[in-house]
């Protein structure tokens, strides 16, 4: 059996090439960086950057593919599968960033900035991407547009005023709230998803998209599921530490703050996954998850990303969490974004259409050249 197998079946034969290329180039650039040739080191740090998307993308494929045999096993409606399940998969870089950031390098910020970056890709540049590839204009149901994406606008704002009220430690009583918040959003998904198994018809529909799915994972027992998922987790846990420090490395050597290398270099890595499924989802005129799914994400993002790590450091060491975040401008321009975003996906009768998804991605760039300002 050829050792590499499991690697070419994890990256796939074309991202394997890639991903062998990164690891030589970064080698070479750690050699070259360690002789005294200064540029050796940026080389170095942005291929791990690289690597480290690489490797979270291909495990949140798996993540999402396992999570998918679930959702058919318990008949879970897709838009409650891509707001909570698709959510959660993709998400999880951001909570092992969040993890790193608070307990590991004590810099809560980084965590919150890298979050605060990860929320403004996703409502951006997600629904952005998904609408250039999309056949068609993509109409979203109101269902997702009212309940989805109000109830992370208010979750937006929440952050905010926790920023301004606690603007210099977070404890029990912040992260508490958040998660209060979170079991608000699975409340009202479960109430939908009770009316939603009424509808036969629905019901039907949804399963016939989900055989239609392409997995990378031939699953025949929901443990195999569970343990593809587990192991997923470690390997996303695994690729954030080396996206993390390989970004505030390359930080350190530009010059550029680590809450900004958080916000602009992080996030974009850790969204990939979400990127990857709206997208897909999109190519398939399944419009509904394409966005819901940034929606869901972004509030587990917010609400269980932030608070469970505050409340583990605290378990640890009984002391709240410093909170050192001066570049507060970052969290306006997500509340901008996010009041934009609602507009675009409510006007024209709940229609995206592709100028709209361009002004999207133009609107992003300019956020990000912006904020190296802050």
Same mark, same amino acid.
């Given at each position: 059996?050829?050792?590499?197998?499991?690697?070419?079946?994890?990256?796939?034969?074309?991202?394997?090439?890639?991903?062998?290329?990164?690891?030589?180039?970064?080698?070479?650039?750690?050699?070259?960086?360690?002789?005294?040739?200064?540029?050796?080191?940026?080389?170095?740090?942005?291929?791990?950057?690289?690597?480290?998307?690489?490797?979270?993308?291909?495990?949140?494929?798996?993540?999402?593919?396992?999570?998918?045999?679930?959702?058919?096993?318990?008949?879970?409606?897709?838009?409650?599968?891509?707001?909570?399940?698709?959510?959660?998969?993709?998400?999880?870089?951001?909570?092992?960033?969040?993890?790193?950031?608070?307990? #590991? +390098? @004590?810099?809560?910020? &980084?965590?919150?900035?890298?979050? $605060?970056?990860? /929320?403004?890709?996703? %409502?951006?540049?997600?629904?952005?991407?998904?609408?250039?590839?999309?056949?068609?204009?993509?109409?979203?149901?109101?269902?997702?547009?009212?309940?989805?994406?109000?109830?992370?606008?208010?979750?937006?704002?929440?952050?905010?005023?926790?920023?301004?009220?606690?603007?210099?430690?977070?404890?029990?009583?912040?992260?508490?709230?958040?998660?209060?918040?979170?079991?608000?959003?699975?409340?009202?998904?479960?109430?939908?998803?009770?009316?939603?198994?009424?509808?036969?018809?629905?019901?039907?529909?949804?399963?016939?998209?989900?055989?239609?799915?392409?997995?990378?994972?031939?699953?025949?027992?929901?443990?195999?599921?569970?343990?593809?998922?587990?192991?997923?987790?470690?390997?996303?846990?695994?690729?954030?530490?080396?996206?993390?420090?390989?970004?505030?490395?390359?930080?350190? #050597? +530009? @010059?550029?703050?680590? &809450?900004?290398?958080?916000?602009? $270099?992080?996030? /974009?890595?850790?969204? %990939?996954?979400?990127?990857?499924?709206?997208?897909?989802?999109?190519?398939?005129?399944?419009?509904?998850?394409?966005?819901?799914?940034?929606?869901?994400?972004?509030?587990?993002?917010?609400?269980?990303?932030?608070?469970?790590?505050?409340?583990?450091?605290?378990?640890?060491?009984?002391?709240?969490?410093?909170?050192?975040?001066?570049?507060?401008?970052?969290?306006?321009?997500?509340?901008?974004?996010?009041?934009?975003?609602?507009?675009?996906?409510?006007?024209?009768?709940?229609?995206?259409?592709?100028?709209?998804?361009?002004?999207?991605?133009?609107?992003?760039?300019?956020?990000?050249?912006?904020?190296?300002?802050?």
């Amino acid at each position: 059996m050829n050792p590499l197998s499991p690697l070419i079946f994890f990256f796939g034969k074309g991202l394997f090439r890639h991903a062998l290329l990164l690891v030589g180039l970064s080698i070479i650039a750690w050699y070259i960086n360690n002789e005294g040739i200064g540029w050796g080191g940026y080389i170095q740090w942005i291929s791990l950057i690289m690597l480290s998307t690489i490797i979270i993308w291909r495990a949140g494929d798996f993540f999402s593919s396992a999570a998918t045999y679930i959702q058919n096993k318990h008949e879970i409606p897709q838009s409650i599968k891509a707001a909570v399940i698709d959510a959660v998969a993709s998400s999880f870089p951001e909570f092992c960033v969040a993890i790193i950031a608070v307990i #590991m +390098l @004590g810099r809560a910020e &980084v965590g919150i900035s890298s979050i $605060v970056g990860s /929320a403004l890709y996703n %409502v951006l540049v997600i629904p952005a991407a998904a609408g250039l590839v999309a056949t068609s204009p993509m109409i979203i149901s109101r269902e997702v547009v009212w309940r989805d994406n109000i109830f992370y606008f208010g979750v937006v704002i929440l952050l905010g005023v926790m920023l301004w009220q606690f603007p210099n430690e977070w404890g029990a009583g912040v992260a508490l709230l958040f998660l209060l918040a979170y079991i608000g959003y699975i409340v009202l998904l479960h109430r939908d998803f009770k009316k939603s198994r009424n509808q036969e018809t629905h019901e039907i529909i949804t399963n016939e998209v989900a055989e239609d799915e392409e997995e990378i994972l031939e699953l025949k027992s929901e443990k195999k599921a569970w343990m593809w998922i587990l192991l997923m987790m470690f390997v996303m846990g695994g690729a954030s530490h080396l996206l993390v420090e390989s970004s505030l490395s390359l930080g350190d #050597m +530009l @010059g550029i703050d680590g &809450v900004i290398m958080g916000f602009v $270099v992080i996030a /974009a890595g850790t969204s %990939v996954p979400d990127t990857a499924l709206s997208v897909i989802s999109a190519k398939k005129g399944q419009y509904d998850a394409a966005v819901s799914n940034v929606f869901g994400s972004n509030i587990f993002d917010i609400c269980v990303c932030l608070s469970i790590p505050i409340l583990l450091a605290l378990t640890m060491s009984g002391e709240p969490t410093n909170i050192d975040l001066p570049q507060t401008e970052l969290v306006w321009s997500l509340i901008g974004a996010t009041l934009l975003a609602i507009y675009f996906f409510w006007s024209n009768n709940y229609t995206l259409t592709k100028v709209k998804a361009g002004m999207m991605g133009i609107l992003y760039l300019l956020i990000i050249l912006i904020s190296f300002t802050f």
